[in-house]
């Protein structure tokens, strides 16, 4: 059976563990915290969906040929693999913008600790 290289699947798996930790950070955080439970379940189901589907793919075709072939004939197992991906590329961008926005707050936070220290001085 022929199938996509060893760093391909290393690479690809080592997205999908950061993305479950990106996940689990938000959801403790509780910042996405729905989007966040709804990507640790996904990234948990998404290699075991994806490797128990392709296990039934022809000779000659890797994993992603047949999945979307599949896709193009509105296979139900296909469309869910390919939005779970879409949905995982999105997850991405709100992960990173919602970490760029708590690095923004980070020298607000530090300035308004100051100025409680300052007030806390002056009542003395």
Request: hydrophobic share 55%.
């Amino acid at each position: 059976m022929e199938t996509l290289p060893n760093w391909f699947w290393v690479l690809y798996y080592i997205i999908i563990f950061l993305t479950l930790v990106s996940g689990i950070i938000n959801w403790v955080r509780q910042i996405y915290s729905p989007l966040a439970a709804v990507t640790i379940i996904l990234s948990l189901l998404l290699p075991l969906v994806g490797f128990l589907y392709s296990i039934g793919r022809p000779e000659g075709v890797n994993e992603y040929e047949y999945v979307w072939a599949q896709f193009q004939t509105r296979n139900l197992w296909s469309v869910f693999i390919i939005f779970v991906h879409i949905y995982l590329i999105v997850w991405w961008f709100l992960f990173l913008n919602a970490w760029h926005y708590l690095n923004k707050l980070t020298p607000y936070k530090d300035m308004l600790v100051e100025k409680i220290k300052n007030l806390k001085k002056e009542e003395v």
